[in-house]
């Protein structure tokens, strides 16, 4: 039996999390489940939001399944979030985004793959409190991180059958920074041939995709930009309700949406778990149990398509009805 880490997070996260346990355990399929606890709360007895046994966890499993972590604005621990994907490299976050369903937006046929560099920029958390009134934040981008990422997102489009890659920086201004970033992406391109390249300013992308998305097919970002872009990417399918994600590295994945811990309605039965489900589809489609993948989303699918959603994508199911519903059809399928 697949043994998979399983982090539970806070905030909405145990809600979405046994929501999908629920939906997986339906379909027949059998996973151990190793569950491991992180953040604020294990802060106190194990004096980090990160012990060490959550990564050991991740290292002997591969994969994991995660829910949202809450960090601390402004102040307090450095993000569970960021830390994980560091220590086990996961340094390609790759957030497919597509119209699902009974879920009307402005824009149909939308079909984006964000690629994000994990690793470093901004997110790196290099900061230095220069005196009381200033402070800054140093954006290191490497040769390595870049052409590694580069790579992942021109295989990707390759494999995915997909036609083109767009590098999205703000290399007029961050000249060197981006600038290592865009010729990597630039030197990369040469070798896949097959796959048209663009560049556009992170500025006019945002604007591009707001009033034309389906101009785009995979976007190649570094982190910060890529962390953005993909809020935006959420907000044209209908949010970040159902917005999958991954986290890749060469020797482990972790798979989990794209939203937070969403404190403003945890506890209170709201939350769509779509967005932590659809990232378990992609996990298990991941290690190879596709069958399952499939009929949990055809299942899913069915459920948005009779008009079945929770209160953000323009419902009134609850979590747990929504879930149950969800169960109601996979099991008529399997
Ligand atoms: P958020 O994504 O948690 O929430 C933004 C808005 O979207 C809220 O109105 C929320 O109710 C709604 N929303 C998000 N997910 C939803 C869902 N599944 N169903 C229904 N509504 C949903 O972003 P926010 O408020 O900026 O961050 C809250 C906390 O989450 C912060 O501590 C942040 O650092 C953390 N965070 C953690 C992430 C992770 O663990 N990978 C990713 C993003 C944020």
Excluded at 122 to 142: P, V, W
Excluded at 157 to 182: H, M, P, Q, Y
Excluded at 198 to 213: G, K
Excluded at 242 to 266: C, L, M, R, T, W
Aim: aromatic share 6%; with cysteine.
């Amino acid at each position: 039996m697949k043994r998979i880490t399983l982090i539970k997070g806070d905030g909405i996260g145990p809600e979405i999390s046994d929501a999908v346990l629920k939906i997986i355990n339906a379909s027949g399929l059998s996973i151990d489940w190793d569950i491991q606890t992180a953040g604020a709360d294990v802060i106190e007895k194990e004096h980090t939001p990160l012990p060490d046994r959550v990564i050991k966890s991740v290292m002997a499993n591969g994969i994991a399944l995660k829910s949202p972590v809450t960090t601390p604005i402004g102040k307090g621990f450095r993000s569970v979030n960021v830390q994980l994907r560091k220590e086990l490299d996961l340094y390609a976050n790759l957030r497919p985004c597509y119209n699902l369903p009974g879920i009307k937006t402005r824009y149909e046929g939308v079909d984006i793959v964000v690629v994000r560099e994990n690793t470093e920029d901004l997110y790196a958390g290099i900061e230095n409190q220069i005196d009381e009134d200033t402070a800054e934040s140093i954006k290191r981008i490497t040769r390595p991180a870049s052409t590694r990422i580069a790579e992942f997102a021109f295989d990707y489009a390759l494999k995915n059958n997909r036609k083109e890659v767009c590098v999205v920086t703000k290399a007029n201004i961050c000249k060197l920074s981006d600038g290592l970033f865009l010729n990597c992406a630039r030197e990369v391109s040469q070798k896949f041939p097959q796959i048209k390249f663009r560049e556009i300013l992170v500025d006019n992308c945002c604007m591009q995709l707001v009033q034309n998305p389906n101009q785009f097919d995979v976007l190649l970002l570094p982190n910060l930009y890529g962390d953005i872009v993909s809020d935006l990417c959420a907000g044209l399918i209908g949010g970040l309700g159902i917005a999958q994600g991954a986290n890749i590295g060469k020797d482990y994945a972790v798979f989990e949406p794209v939203h937070g811990s969403a404190p403003d309605i945890a506890g209170l039965d709201k939350a769509n778990p779509t967005a932590m489900l659809m990232s378990a589809i992609e996990m298990l489609n991941y290690i190879g149990e596709n069958n399952t993948a499939l009929k949990i989303k055809t299942a899913l699918f069915d459920t948005l398509r009779n008009g079945i959603k929770t209160a953000d994508i323009g419902g009134d199911y609850s979590c747990s009805q929504f879930t149950d519903e969800i169960i109601k059809r996979l099991r008529c399928i399997i």
